[in-house]
């Protein structure tokens, strides 16, 4: 089954902005939009945004989530040591009926 | 507190069965669908199998079809992944996840299992 496409890897400088990108299909992005989920090494997953574009309770406001077309967007402002991560997207695909997430992208914070 | 505790995990030859447990807490558990997503050594989360929260429909990624099972228990708050027909590929580390309210995305993650799939 055919997975989102992000980029594997974005660098920023310390209090930098970075902007990552999740691209789908009209079946998945483009319908329902894409959640965004942290996980640090040797942890689980953590929901960012719902793919309604929200932040769930206690997310930070440095983060905002957004939707052009088929492609879902993840900017992170003033960025910290702790954003150093991996960032995956997901998205339910209406065509394969399945969950599909994108291959992640490893947030480098210099 | 939501609380998600997989359990079941270990090594296991290949075409061998192993059923993964994940307890849950803190929440209403027949108020939502909830869905197992494995992360492979080194590698990305890929999604595994959803439950409804009614039990009316089960969906799985195409490399498991006919050959793991997800199902729940109410009484005892548990949701299961039967797996049979073990592969190398499909070693992993195995998470729980509920799926919240509508908009419907994974909004809390156990700590994971690891199934080790090995001669």
């Known amino acids: 089954q055919a997975g989102l496409t992000q980029p594997p890897s974005v660098s920023k400088g310390l209090r930098q902005t970075a902007t990552l990108t999740c691209a789908g299909n009209n079946y998945n992005v483009g319908g329902q939009g894409a959640a965004w989920l942290q996980q640090h090494q040797g942890h689980p997953p953590k929901l960012l945004s719902y793919?309604?574009?929200n932040r769930p309770s206690g997310i930070s406001e440095r983060l905002s989530a957004s939707r052009s077309g088929n492609t879902a967007s993840l900017t992170i402002t003033g960025l910290q040591p702790d954003d150093e991560a991996d960032y995956y997207c997901s998205a339910w695909d209406s065509s394969l009926s399945a969950w599909v997430f994108g291959g992640g992208t490893k947030l480098t914070v210099l | 507190q939501v609380q998600l505790v997989e359990s079941g995990g270990g090594v296991v030859q290949p075409d061998r069965s192993l059923r993964l447990s994940c307890a849950a807490s803190?929440?209403?558990?027949?108020?939502?669908?909830m869905h197992w997503v494995r992360q492979a050594p080194g590698k990305g989360l890929e999604w595994v199998a959803l439950?409804?929260?009614?039990?009316?429909?089960?969906y799985y990624t195409d490399s498991v079809k006919g050959r793991f099972t997800i199902s729940r228990d109410t009484s005892k708050n548990t949701l299961y992944l039967q797996m049979n027909s073990l592969r190398t590929d499909d070693t992993a580390v195995y998470y729980c996840a509920r799926e919240s309210a509508a908009p419907g995305d994974f909004d809390y993650w156990g700590q994971g299992t690891l199934v080790t799939v090995s001669s």
């Open positions: 439950i409804s929260y009614d039990e009316s429909f089960k």
């Open positions: 793919r309604n574009n």
């Open positions: 803190g929440f209403t558990f027949t108020g939502h669908t």
